[in-house]
């Protein structure tokens, strides 16, 4: 699917990018 929602978010205490997928409703890392 497109990527949208492209943001950043804390995970273990590490900064990581996310792509929110609209289509699937997945999140790609």
């Known amino acids: 699917g497109q990527m ?3 943001g950043k978010t ?3 205490g590490q900064e990581r990018i ?3 997928d609209q289509r ?3 999140v790609a890392h």
């Open 10 to 12: 804390r995970k273990f």
């Open 18 to 20: 996310y792509m929110f």
């Open 24 to 26: 699937t409703g997945s």
């Open 4 to 6: 949208s929602n492209v």
